[in-house]
């Protein structure tokens, strides 16, 4: 377990600088300000924001976007789920497919104790597996797979074969579609997801026709995120909207989206670490290495200023290693945050997440979800 900072040192002045590392610290204004950024895009082009919950699997910051004009959340697995229910989360969307007897009860179970649950499926076996369990309707939506190959059904014919046979069931209630292109969302230049997002809303639009002439009922179009918001917006299919990284950002988006207004959001999470030891004259040793950021993206970037332009690179489990810049004088003790390559799976890394508005501690929120990958 991540040991949090001492709940002492909550509002004294400086205690930002007395968390221990390595640790998830957000900045609670920029966070908010990300926020209702993305609440006011989303108002302004007539759609619903359903923000993804895989991003930061915290029901604290969940119960902040919903206040902000939020309709609910999405998880992507039923685990994250039944943690967010758990914490007095009731609006939720998890928007991968399931299967197995097993997992169909955890879902009813939810939809029985959740005022707004929906669950996405896209094959005929997994309408079976839900409705032998389901003793309280259970909202479906059906995903369309739109380009990225991962889930959803593969064509028209068999996205109306999926709504015959949730229609067959009193205990399912088809309400829409999802369409989310995950493979858009990094892709460099606003051109280029426009035209990957139009193309996947051609196949989207074609699912939706399809099930609607097998007699179904399409009220919700969810998907997006956000790399390609305002593609999305620009094509008028989706009535919903799944970003996530938007309320923290990461290096990987920030590479890719660059100058674009999908990117116009501030990093509001950050890794805090601490130089271990500065006795090598090339290079200093934090204490954040494998175990501390994701590993799947670009490297962490140092945002502490004076350190922009060190490199750091990986070191092992816990550690690692950090270029000194030219000019700069940096010992044991120092202080170094940094924006994670993937904020997603960094997350998924810590126990608890340290909220600071300036240099203050304001609070010590769990991150509830964690390692809730079932």
Not at 183 to 200: F, L, P, S, T, Y
Not at 248 to 260: A, I, Q, T, V, W
Request: one cysteine or more; proline letters at 5%; aromatic letters at 4%.
């Amino acid at each position: 377990m991540n040991l949090p900072a001492d709940p002492d040192l909550i509002g004294q002045p400086g205690s930002r600088a007395l968390i221990p590392t390595p640790a998830a610290v957000l900045d609670l204004d920029a966070f908010d300000r990300n926020v209702a950024k993305m609440a006011a895009r989303a108002k302004a082009a007539g759609l619903a924001l359903r923000p993804h919950a895989k991003s930061h699997k915290c029901s604290a910051l969940a119960a902040r976007q919903i206040e902000a004009g939020a309709v609910g959340i999405c998880c992507a697995k039923l685990g994250e789920a039944e943690a967010m229910a758990l914490a007095g989360i009731e609006a939720i969307l998890v928007t991968s497919p399931i299967c197995g007897a097993f997992s169909a009860q955890r879902a009813a179970r939810l939809a029985d104790a959740l005022a707004d649950f929906r669950m996405v499926v896209d094959h005929v076996d997994g309408v079976a597996e839900l409705a032998a369990v389901a003793t309280s309707p259970i909202q479906v939506i059906i995903d369309v797979d739109v380009g990225t190959g991962r889930t959803g059904v593969a064509s028209p014919e068999q996205a109306a074969e999926v709504a015959r046979a949730i229609l067959a069931e009193p205990n399912l209630k088809l309400i829409g579609v999802q369409g989310y292109g995950g493979h858009w969302q990094h892709m460099e230049g606003a051109n280029a997801r426009a035209d990957a997002v139009a193309e996947g809303m051609a196949r989207l639009s074609a699912a939706i026709a399809a099930i609607r002439a097998a007699g179904g009922t399409v009220e919700v179009v969810t998907g997006g995120g956000t790399g390609t918001f305002a593609a999305d917006a620009a094509q008028g299919v989706l009535t919903e909207v799944q970003p996530g990284s938007f309320a923290f950002m990461d290096r990987e988006y920030r590479d890719c989206l660059k100058g674009d207004p999908d990117g116009a959001f501030e990093q509001s999470l950050t890794i805090a670490t601490t130089v271990i030891s500065a006795n090598q004259p090339k290079w200093v040793t934090v204490d954040g290495g494998l175990k501390a950021f994701s590993t799947d993206g670009p490297a962490p970037v140092a945002l502490t200023p004076g350190f922009e332009t060190a490199t750091y690179r990986f070191f092992g489990d816990e550690h690692g290693m950090l270029t000194r810049p030219q000019g700069v004088s940096v010992g044991r003790g120092q202080r170094i945050d940094f924006a994670p390559g993937h904020i997603d799976p960094t997350m998924d890394r810590y126990d608890v997440l340290h909220l600071v508005r300036g240099e203050v501690l304001v609070d010590i929120v769990p991150i509830e979800a964690r390692g809730a990958g079932q």
